[in-house]
């Protein structure tokens, strides 16, 4: 699996290349800049290389206020579990779910507030009809409709399961396209929120393998 923040360049090798040996001619130095995944890299003069800027951005700002409104809708799936199933292996899994995106809404809300900048209320539950954070009006990536949401609400037994892995697999594919997003728009940068994305792109991943094992099963 390649992690999202490949996407970005995280080293510059560089190589100094001397242009003569007389005292009054300069050192030239050139920068192997690495391609990304698939691509070969390239050799570029150094003074083209500006230093990367590792302050957050508004790109961070949006991706951490629209993963929040993403969570809280996780959480209501999760919240719909007991009394509907009658699997054994559902519950735990849901409650993986909720206690891990629980934690993260509280970083979230952390790094936010540390920030001064607004933090989304999920009292209402899964943020619907909310665009922020996924680069124009609309739901989110993987957000579940209302028809959904009434859909899972209304199954039980087999069907609820297998209605809540589609749904969940769904809803976990959206947050790593909103990871994708956030290094497309040159976030990330900053290395705390670094951090935080690598670790839901690779906590997602393996709840879907995971939730694709259990729907096969079905």
Known sequence: MISSRLLVPSFLIVAAALS??????????TVVQPGRPGESGRVVPLDEIQQPD??????????????IRHHAQALEMTGLVAGRTQSTNLPRLAKRIEVSQRDEIDLMARWLSKRM????????GGGHGSGHGSGGGGLMPGMLTEAQLAELRAAKGERFDRLFYQYMIQHHTGALTMVERLYAERGGLEPE???FATHVDSDQRIEIAR????LTRL
């Open 211 to 214: 939730m694709q094992q259990l």
């Open 54 to 67: 590792t302050g957050y951005t508004e790109a961070d700002v949006r991706f951490m206020q629209g993963m």
């Open 193 to 195: 929120i670094d951090q």
């Open 20 to 29: 003569g040996c007389t005292a009054d001619q300069s050192r030239a130095t």
């Open 117 to 124: 900048e607004q933090v989304p209320s999920v009292d209402s």
